[in-house]
């Protein structure tokens, strides 16, 4: 994908040259498996679900690389034509003068530069393109390398895909709501913090990244002083370090840890984290294992109704 990358491959002129990368633009997938007990997180886009709908619109697999956008203005030259959907958070998109839409599948010619600037609502976005980006280390072939883009890198595009007409989709209303279901330690917090934990407004702090949602709000205290060992961790995980302030663990996280685990954010909702900005605020909803999985069976059918409508378009 990036300079280094570039060493190991002979440079396509089916690419994109990087103009101006934006703040934490990234290279993602859906993450990577099989390598947590090496100590290497899942990784992968933050919104999984925006990636997975760009991905869809185009006909790519779901496991196709696009362009995690955070914040900024990005300007990328397309060196193919090719047809890209921008997903997830809303933002400014030009190719010249001309306004294009979001969540709507376009064409750019050879030649020609895409702007994006944003974003206007939310937090991130995903530009996914036709063939998509290719990487060549083994390791992140599904994952991402998380390194930032600079001016000048190259992204290789895959083998550009036969679409005929544009075509969109209506994307998720954002809520502020996280259903969460409770941790193997809740019960080693006092009554008032376990209440807090489910009844107050958490803010997002500006210390947040692609490891963590840090939050703050009401210190939660442990009922008497307990030592945890370390043990396994993964993305949804709400950890609580001594300072009472929890953590929600995304993608980049670390694989193991010693804080206790008050709470695990279901799967169906990690994407709002992802689009939820510093400052702003989230209230934490008990859920049961059936509810998460019924919220899961409600995204599920939602891409199989998309599926359907790009079929018969």
């Keep these: 994908m990036i300079n280094k990358l570039q060493k190991e491959v002979s440079l396509s002129s089916e690419d994109i040259e990087v103009l101006t990368p934006g703040l934490f633009s990234t290279v993602q997938g859906i ?7 090496l100590g290497i997180p899942i990784g992968g886009a933050l919104d999984s679900h925006a990636l997975l709908l760009g991905n869809r619109l185009l006909g790519n697999p779901d496991d196709t690389q ?8 990005v300007e990328l030259k397309f060196n193919r034509d090719s047809w890209f959907v921008v997903t997830g958070a809303q933002y400014q998109i030009f190719i010249g003068e001309r306004n294009i839409w979001n ?4 064409r750019i010619k050879a030649g020609e530069t895409l702007t994006l600037k944003g974003p206007s609502s939310k937090m991130r976005a995903y530009l996914t393109i036709d063939g998509g980006i290719i990487q060549h280390s083994p390791l992140n072939k ?13 992204l290789q595009l895959g083998k550009p895909l036969p679409i005929a007409k544009p075509i969109g989709a209506v994307q998720r209303g954002y809520s ?8 193997p330690e809740m019960s080693l917090f006092t009554a008032a913090s376990r209440k807090a934990f489910w009844h107050n407004r958490w803010q997002l702090t500006n210390a947040s990244n692609r490891m963590g949602a840090r939050l703050n709000g009401e210190a939660l205290s442990l009922s008497t002083a307990n030592e945890l060992n370390s043990h396994a961790v993964m993305p949804g995980v709400v950890q609580v370090p001594p300072s009472g302030q929890p953590i929600i663990l995304l993608a980049d996280a670390q694989t193991t840890g010693g804080y206790p685990k008050i709470a695990t954010v279901i799967e169906a909702d990690l ?9 702003q605020t989230i ?10 999985d019924d919220a899961n069976y409600e995204w599920q059918q939602y891409f ?8 018969g378009s």
């Design 31 to 37: 993450g990577i498996t099989g390598y947590r007990h």
């Design 66 to 73: 696009g362009v995690e956008l955070t914040s900024g203005k």
């Design 103 to 106: 969540g709507w599948r376009n």
């Design 142 to 154: 599904q994952g991402s390398t998380s390194q930032m883009l600079v001016r000048g890198d190259r």
């Design 176 to 183: 502020d709501e996280i259903r969460a279901l409770p941790g």
């Design 271 to 279: 994407w709002k984290l992802a689009q939820t900005r510093p400052g």
């Design 283 to 292: 209230r934490f909803v008990h859920v049961s294992p059936s509810q998460a």
């Design 304 to 311: 199989y109704r998309l599926q359907r409508a790009i079929d």
